[in-house]
């Protein structure tokens, strides 16, 4: 079975500091993974995915994430903190038991960037 | 045109009613889902169709019944739910059913079952 975890229910960071939201995977064969995020009362939004090739995946609004498959790890950063990063973080990992493109979500992060 | 949309935002809708919520998507997916999401939890997916056709049925409850009438449309017909039918609903679509696609969520209805 795929499963993803992020260990951390809150995550406070200063305005200009860097940031790291965590995710750990558990999947049989290769994963595929994706970091979205929520703001209030919107649906997700998509911020980047990692298939293969290089760890460092790049996505929008300045976010990346580092793909660490000896660690099973797909920690999402920043290397400055907006207030407007404030929001609920989702990493999620493809289904490969059924085949299809449905996502696994994690239990979400709540991040606060502090003025 | 790189949205997806759902109508209405909210509803509120009693236990003997029926209602129906709306997804549109113009970027030529070909795969779309919903997910019900309650609060401060993760999306839970209920239903996945492929191609205009039904893929992946998680187990919804017979409340709940999916239409795809073609592939921008989708739509989730509501009947007798329950209180604790309450929640976020999402709409997702992606440009196929297999691979590693990334999938675009429209903002979701808020819906209320008293």
């Known amino acids: 079975a795929q499963s993803v975890a992020q260990p951390e229910d809150q995550v406070n960071v200063a305005e200009g500091n860097p940031l790291t939201v965590k995710c750990t995977y558990s999947?049989?064969?290769?994963?595929?993974l994706f970091w979205y995020v929520q703001y209030p009362n919107r649906g997700l939004q998509f911020l980047l995915k990692y298939i293969t090739g290089d760890n460092l995946v790049k996505g929008s609004y300045g976010f990346e994430a580092e793909f660490n498959k000896s660690q099973t790890s797909f920690h999402l950063k920043k290397p400055s903190a907006l207030v407007s990063d404030s929001a609920l973080y989702f990493c999620?990992?493809?289904?490969?038991?059924?085949?299809?493109?449905?996502?696994?979500f994690g239990t979400g992060t709540r991040l606060t960037v502090i003025p | 045109d790189t949205e997806v949309t759902q109508t209405p935002k909210h509803l509120v809708m009693g236990m003997t009613n029926k209602k129906s919520l709306k997804c549109e998507q113009h970027m030529g997916h070909r795969a779309m889902y919903w997910y019900k999401q309650k609060a401060k939890k993760p999306p839970e997916l209920m239903f996945v169709y492929s191609y205009e056709k039904l893929s992946i049925n998680e187990s919804v409850p017979s409340r709940f019944s999916p239409e795809c009438p073609n592939s921008s449309l989708l739509n989730l017909h509501l009947h007798a739910l329950q209180p604790e039918d309450s929640a976020l609903y999402l709409c997702?679509?992606?440009?196929?059913?297999?691979?590693?696609?990334?999938?675009?969520f429209g903002p979701g209805t808020r819906l209320l079952v008293l």
């Open positions: 999947v049989s064969g290769n994963p595929y």
């Open positions: 999620a990992v493809r289904d490969f038991q059924t085949g299809a493109n449905n996502l696994f």
């Open positions: 997702a679509s992606s440009q196929g059913d297999r691979g590693p696609l990334a999938q675009y």
